[in-house]
Structures are given as structure tokens and as C-alpha cells.
């Protein structure tokens, strides 16, 4: 009994000896989506970003993690630990300068009324308990795929940290990968706005559609149809504004389509 013991010991000593971790990228900017994957692990691990509990979901290979790097994080080293490898890695946040330009602002976005800050509220916080619902198993079976159109800004020219996107008013707006249609909503700010959750923590959100194509509840594919696209709510002129949060927060969406995020058992191929 004592020789079978020993052996059984000997046998998870190699087996976590053989889990291993990588994080991707090893240096970022506040705004950074990181990238957690874990090899070799019998079961789901628990690992943790300075200290935050990291959302693991199953892989081809193993077990991934994506997290946000906040907007007011310092430049210094973000420790990533996982429970059953002794030792961590780091990604080291650089700065950001956010570049300063004079905009001219309306009065009633710049001074809005108290009921007009009473939406706005309401708006942020029903965006937040949608995104919130993206936990869990993931739903997606492909990799996530940026939507079309000419770039006229990038989360990193702006504190906004979303991708916006040319497009003609009535364009078909589709989602970024398989989900669920959390939340459908006319909001001051952002006009007409849809969000779906992808598991694994991952939801995208897409602003100023001129009409809705889904409901809350609905069950979309990859490529599916959610809306198309105008200039609702506060905006110059007809475009996409593709949000995209994980688990700490909203991320730079250039970024984030540079992750290899592959489901467990897919085959991915990066368009």
C-alpha cells in the first residue's frame, strides 16, 4: 500500500511538473488585453493577475485567461500566478499618452441636464450588469473575426478604448463570434446599442445601429446579422462602434483580435 501511495505521488509530481504557462503579450499599455494559457493541466486551474482571480476556460490544449490591463494602471510589472506552478511571469504596462485635441463639445453633453445624467447612469450601469453575464463556459467555436470597415479611430488614440468603424447608414452590422444577446437597448450616448456575451468572460458591444436585428435572449452564430449600422445617440456621422470587455474592464479591439483564442476542439484558421 505504501509503495502504491509513493507511486501515486510520484505520478502528480510529474504531472505538475508538466503544466506550464504563457502569457501573451509580456509587455502592454493600459487598455492591454493579456492573454493567459495554460498547458498540461488535468483540470481547470486558478491563477490570478496582482492578486484578481482570473476566468478560465477550456482550450484545445488546455485552459486560457483573458484580462484587462486597466486605463489607470501604473507602469509596473502585473503579476500572473497560477495555483499549480510555483513560479509567476510578469507583463510590464508601459504608458500611454493619450493625445490632446480641442474639441468643441455641446453644451448638453458637456452640462447635461439631471435627467440626462439620470439616463446616461442608467445606460452605463444596464451595459455593466450585461457584460458581467459573460462569464462562463465559452460559446464560441471560431476565432474572433474584426468586422469590416475603414478604421477612423483606435482605442489607443482615445480613452474610449473602442474600434470605430466607416459605415454606410443600413450596413449590415454582424456579430464578432457566437453568443448571447444580453443586452438591446436605446441609450443616450451611445444610440442604439446591442451587447453579446461569448463566455469566457469575453462580450462585445456595438453602438449607434440604426435599427435592431436581434432580441435579448437570442442565440447568435459568428457572422450572424444584430443590427445595422447609422449614427444613433451622440455621434457625427454613421459608423461602428465595436466595445469589447473582459474581465477588468474595456480593451483596445486591435488588440484583442491579435490573441490566439482558440475554443477547446476547433480548428482555427486567422482570416
Do not use: W
Amino acid at each position: 500500500m505504501c509503495a502504491l501511495f509513493g507511486v501515486v505521488l510520484a505520478a502528480a509530481s510529474i504531472a505538475a511538473a508538466d503544466t506550464t504557462f504563457t502569457v501573451t503579450p509580456t509587455t502592454a499599455r493600459p487598455g492591454d488585453p493579456v492573454l493567459v494559457t495554460v498547458v498540461g493541466s488535468p483540470r481547470a486551474p486558478r491563477g490570478t493577475a496582482n492578486g484578481k482571480a482570473l476566468q478560465f476556460f477550456p482550450i484545445e490544449t488546455g485552459y486560457q485567461a483573458v484580462f484587462a490591463i486597466a486605463l489607470d494602471a501604473r507602469p509596473d510589472p502585473v503579476a500572473i500566478r497560477v495555483d499549480s506552478i510555483a513560479e509567476p511571469q510578469t507583463v510590464q504596462v508601459g504608458e500611454v499618452a493619450f493625445p490632446e485635441t480641442d474639441v468643441v463639445v455641446e453644451d448638453e453633453l458637456a452640462n447635461p441636464s439631471k435627467l440626462e445624467r439620470e439616463r446616461i447612469d442608467a445606460d452605463n450601469a444596464a451595459i455593466v450588469r450585461a457584460v458581467a453575464r459573460a462569464r462562463g463556459e465559452p460559446q464560441f467555436v471560431r476565432a474572433f473575426r474584426r468586422p469590416p470597415g475603414e478604421v477612423n479611430s483606435d482605442g489607443h488614440r482615445s480613452q474610449h478604448l473602442g474600434l470605430d468603424l466607416f459605415a454606410r447608414e443600413g450596413t449590415r452590422v454582424k456579430a464578432i463570434n457566437a453568443g448571447t444577446v444580453v443586452l438591446v437597448r436605446p441609450c443616450f450616448l451611445g444610440g442604439n446599442v446591442v451587447v453579446v456575451a461569448h463566455g469566457g468572460g469575453i462580450a462585445s458591444a456595438y453602438l449607434h445601429l440604426s435599427k435592431f436585428s436581434v432580441a435579448e435572449g437570442d442565440h447568435v452564430a459568428q457572422g450572424d446579422e444584430i443590427g445595422r449600422a447609422g449614427h444613433t445617440g451622440r455621434t457625427t456621422g454613421p459608423h461602428l462602434h465595436l466595445g469589447i470587455h473582459v474581465p477588468g474592464g474595456m480593451v483596445d479591439p486591435v488588440a484583442f483580435f491579435q490573441l490566439k483564442i482558440p475554443p477547446a476542439g476547433a480548428t482555427v484558421t486567422r482570416r
